[in-house]
């Protein structure tokens, strides 16, 4: 997929940050296959700040999660 000519300012400044944006555009506009290089990436690090971190690296993306949940859990029950 070839990149558009100007991309809108919040793909700018999203791809503006050094690695994730990297990471991020090589996904949008590169090989197919590197979306699984992205996933796995993004769970070893997870695993390193298990590691590093302990308990707090397993909790704190939890309840990061709960909003979200709980938000498609009403779009469930609203049918």
């Known amino acids: 997929m070839a990149r558009p000519r100007r991309l809108p300012f919040y793909e700018r400044a999203i791809y ?6 990297w990471m991020l555009k090589d996904v949008a506009y590169g090989d197919k296959d590197n979306i699984y290089y992205f996933i796995a990436t993004l769970v070893m690090a997870w695993i390193i700040a298990i590691i590093a971190f302990g308990y ?24």
């Open 16 to 21: 503006a940050i050094p690695v994730l944006g």
């Open 56 to 79: 707090p690296a397993i909790i704190l993306p939890a309840l990061a999660l709960v909003p979200t949940i709980f938000i498609a859990l009403l779009v469930i029950t609203r049918g």
